[in-house]
C-alpha cells in the first residue's frame, strides 16, 4: 500500500513536496502516478512516472509540478509550485494505470486565496 505525506495548507503562490512511500510490490519495474480528488468529483491523474523515468502530467499542472522517483528508497515524489486555489484536493499515489487495493489514505492540499 502506498503511504502519502507532506500535504498542508499553503497560500496561493506557494510550493508544496509531497512524498509516496511505495511497499509490497517490485518498485522499480512499476509506473507511478499521483492523482487528486476534491469532493463531488472523480479521481483524477495529475501526473506519472514511468519505470524508465518519463513522466506525463495534466494540462492543468504542465510547467508547475515535477514529478520524480527513487527506486532504491521506493518512494515517488511529486513537487508542486505556483499553487492555486484550484489544486486544493486530497492527492494519493498509486501504480499507472491505478490498482484498486492499492489506495493509501492520501495527503491534504489546501491552499489558500
Known amino acids: 500500500q502506498a503511504v502519502e505525506s507532506g500535504g498542508g495548507l499553503v497560500q496561493a503562490g506557494g510550493s508544496l513536496r509531497l512524498s509516496c512511500l511505495a511497499s509490497?510490490?517490485?518498485?522499480?519495474?512499476?509506473?507511478m502516478a499521483w492523482y487528486r480528488q476534491t469532493p463531488g468529483k472523480q479521481r483524477e491523474l495529475v501526473a506519472e512516472?514511468?519505470?524508465?523515468?518519463?513522466?506525463n502530467y495534466a494540462d492543468s499542472v504542465k510547467g508547475r509540478f515535477t514529478i520524480s522517483r527513487d527506486n532504491a528508497k521506493n518512494t515517488v515524489d511529486l513537487q508542486m509550485l505556483s499553487l492555486s486555489s484550484e489544486d486544493t484536493a486530497v492527492y494519493y499515489c498509486?501504480?499507472?494505470?491505478?490498482?484498486?487495493?492499492?489506495w493509501g489514505q492520501g495527503t491534504q492540499v489546501t491552499v489558500s486565496s
Open positions: 498509486n501504480l499507472s494505470p491505478p490498482v484498486d487495493g492499492y
Open positions: 509490497g510490490m517490485i518498485f522499480a519495474i512499476n509506473d
Open positions: 512516472i514511468t519505470s524508465g523515468h518519463s513522466t
